[in-house]
């Protein structure tokens, strides 16, 4: 049995102590499989080093992957912490990540257990461990998702859509990891919350903010569909994706390891930015949903501007096979669209006009 499913493996991860006599290393590595042992309780003595050593090793072992134990407890264990990194699930929202993943069966004490060990918010959540450049943060008033993404080789970062209130928050992340802030981007003039970009670049004049031409807002900089922001060695590339607002932009992102679609409120989890105002056109947003983002490779991960429910990220497949709304066709989607009856943003009269002038920003 185990050398007919280490033919099949070409890694093969143990998690109980090497001493256990269900362990056969020898028959396994016969078989041409990689094999690693990673023994661990899962109890409360569960170090951090070795939640990141686990997840680390089945993030990176060779597929097909076996996790072995004697009862499946520590396997699953370690496949949900490994999925909870990956997807950017951290300790508040266990609950969703076993939804999310369909795992109706999960016990309590087991849900209890993996919300104990999820990796913690204080400086954001990395998306995906394979790709360390882009950083998460959330502001629980807005459920804004800003996300901070730096440049490995050279330390050089950006923040995409910082909320004002954060602003002590990011600049503290920024100077724990030694990072140099080179731009604060904007997707688009936002209507619940204030951009900080004003504001920092006030403080830190080296700083330059960026929004979109259509926007009509002012920034340092101005850019349009097909511009590239380049920091460090790394460069996002601009698409236009107007419809939630006129001005709204997507940037993509690159690394060696994993490709990332900033989508502001043009894409949302499961969802989509509303429509209803500051020149929103769901057709146009359906289009170019459609045009600039689900043409892109479906594992690219897709990091939304909110999220309301807790979730962190998806990715364009997921987006293209679950996302409610614009699984419809354009009609019913436009039908949808104009009768979601939302209230309107509680900061809506401060927030455009304030964001019209990034912020703060008496020049230029
Ligand atoms: N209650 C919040 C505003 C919630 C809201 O309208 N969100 C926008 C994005 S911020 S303008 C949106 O597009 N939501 C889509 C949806 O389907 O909910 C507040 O008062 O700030």
């Given amino acids: 049995m185990v050398e007919k499913l280490a033919e099949e493996c070409k890694g093969w991860l143990y998690v109980n102590p090497e001493s256990d006599p269900h362990f056969m290393p020898e028959k396994i590595k016969s078989k041409g499989s990689k094999v690693e042992v990673c023994?661990?309780?899962?109890?409360?003595?569960?170090?951090?080093?070795?939640?990141?050593?686990?997840?680390?090793?089945?993030?990176?072992?060779?597929?097909?992957?076996?996790?072995?134990?004697?009862?499946?407890?520590?396997?699953?264990?370690?496949?949900?912490?490994?999925?909870?990194?990956?997807?950017?699930?951290?300790?508040?929202?266990?609950?969703?990540?076993?939804?999310?993943?369909?795992?109706?069966?999960?016990?309590?004490?087991?849900?209890?257990?993996?919300?104990?060990?999820?990796?913690?918010?204080?400086?954001?959540?990395?998306?995906?461990?394979?790709?360390?450049?882009?950083?998460?943060?959330?502001?629980?008033?807005?459920?804004?998702?800003?996300?901070?993404?730096?440049?490995?080789?050279?330390?050089?970062?950006?923040?995409?859509?910082?909320?004002?209130?954060?602003?002590?928050?990011?600049?503290?992340?920024?100077?724990?990891?030694n990072l140099k802030l080179k731009y604060v981007i904007n997707t688009h003039c936002h209507a619940d919350h204030i951009t900080s970009g004003g504001l920092i670049r006030k403080d830190m004049p080296e700083v330059k903010t960026i929004i979109s031409e259509a926007s009509g807002a002012k920034a340092d900089m101005h850019i349009k569909h097909g511009d590239t922001i380049s920091f460090g060695k790394l460069q996002l590339e601009v698409r236009a994706t107007p419809g939630h607002t006129d001005g709204c932009v997507t940037f993509i992102l690159k690394t060696k390891t994993a490709s990332f679609a900033f989508t502001g409120d043009t894409l949302l989890i499961r969802g989509c930015g509303r429509t209803d105002f500051q020149q929103g056109n769901p057709r146009l947003l359906y289009q170019n949903v459609y045009e600039q983002i689900f043409t892109l490779p479906g594992e690219t991960f897709i990091c939304p501007g909110h999220d309301y429910k807790g979730r962190g990220v998806s990715s364009v497949e997921e987006e293209r096979r679950f996302n409610p709304r614009l699984t419809k066709s354009v009609d019913e989607f436009a039908e949808l669209m104009d009768n979601l009856g939302l209230a309107y943003p509680k900061k809506i009269d401060v927030a455009v006009p304030g964001n019209m002038m990034c912020g703060v920003q008496d020049d230029p």
Wanted: charged share 30%; net charge negative; proline share 8%.
């Fill in 39 to 177: 023994p661990f309780k899962p109890s409360k003595d569960l170090s951090p080093e070795v939640v990141e050593k686990l997840v680390t090793l089945v993030d990176e072992m060779p597929r097909p992957l076996m996790i072995q134990c004697t009862s499946a407890n520590r396997a699953a264990v370690a496949l949900l912490l490994w999925m909870a990194k990956e997807r950017g699930y951290t300790q508040g929202p266990a609950e969703l990540l076993v939804k999310d993943l369909s795992l109706d069966t999960v016990r309590p004490e087991a849900l209890e257990w993996l919300t104990s060990r999820l990796p913690e918010v204080r400086t954001g959540r990395i998306i995906t461990a394979k790709s360390p450049e882009v950083r998460q943060l959330f502001d629980e008033e807005t459920s804004t998702l800003t996300y901070l993404v730096t440049c490995p080789e050279t330390s050089e970062a950006v923040l995409i859509d910082p909320v004002l209130e954060q602003k002590d928050r990011d600049l503290q992340v920024l100077k724990e990891l």
